[in-house]
T-cell receptor
Framework: AQSVTQLGSHVSVSEGALVLLRCNYS??????LFWYVQYPNQGLQLLLK??????LVKGINGFEAEFKKSETSFHLTKPSAHMSDAAEYFC????????????FGKGTHLIIQP | SAVISQKPSRDICQRGTSLTIQCQVD?????MFWYRQQPGQSLTLIAT?????????ESGFVIDKFPISRPNLTFSTLTVSNMSPEDSSIYLC???????????FGDGTRLSIL
């Protein structure tokens, strides 16, 4: 069975500082990995995805994530935080790509300090 | 990416009643899914909506409580039956082209049961 662990239910960074949100997964097959962002009272927006190929994945809004198989990790980073980045971030895994439902982590609430 | 519209966006219902949530995609998609997000929690997959056949439910979710229809490749409904306060959640629809395609989400339906 697949699972996702997100370390830190809340992460606080200063505006302009590095953002690092941690995600570790468990999967019995090569996984498909995703990061989604949820703004208040909205649905989920896809930030980026890893399927196959290049392990460093670039997404929208300056975010990127690196797939590290040896560490079973898919951490999300952004070099410089902006106030508009304040939101809930979810890491998700699927063993069947778009044909399977997603298993989500518990989410990380990102707080940006001015 | 597909644009997904859900109706209603929110509702307040009496216990014991049922509500049907509609999900419309602006293009034909292979896969559609329904998720529940309980207050302050992550997303949990309810079922995969299969076109022309019965939905595939995850453990803990049953057809009598959450009947799902998918009459074509762009539309699905989820009914929450015999509602109780414990059903107060956000219900989200997602769609994917299958394969390596990621899931895209609607804005969700915010349901409160009195």
């Amino acid at each position: 069975a697949q699972s996702v662990t997100q370390l830190g239910s809340h992460v606080s960074v200063s505006e302009g500082a590095l953002v690092l949100l941690r995600c570790n997964y468990s999967s019995s097959v090569p996984p498909y990995l995703f990061w989604y962002v949820q703004y208040p009272n909205q649905g989920l927006q896809l930030l980026l995805k890893y399927t196959t190929g290049a392990t460093l994945v670039k997404g929208i809004n300056g975010f990127e994530a690196e797939f590290k198989k040896s560490e079973t990790s898919f951490h999300l980073t952004k070099p410089s935080a902006h106030m508009s980045d304040a939101a809930e971030y979810f890491c998700a895994v699927s063993e069947g790509g778009g044909a399977d439902g997603l298993t989500f982590g518990k989410g990380t609430h990102l707080i940006i300090q001015p | 990416s597909a644009v997904i519209s859900q109706k209603p966006s929110r509702d307040i219902c009496q216990r014991g009643t049922s509500l049907t949530i509609q999900c419309q995609v602006d293009s034909q998609v292979t896969m559609m899914f329904w998720y529940r997000q309980q207050p302050g929690q992550s997303l949990t997959l309810i079922a995969t909506a299969n076109q022309g056949s019965e939905a595939t439910y995850e453990s803990g979710f049953v057809i009598d409580k959450f009947p799902i229809s998918r009459p074509n490749l762009t539309f699905s409904t989820l009914t929450v039956s015999n509602m109780s306060p414990e059903d107060s959640s956000i219900y989200l629809c997602s769609a994917s082209g299958g394969g390596n395609q990621p899931q895209h989400f609607g804005d969700g339906t915010r349901l409160s049961i009195l």
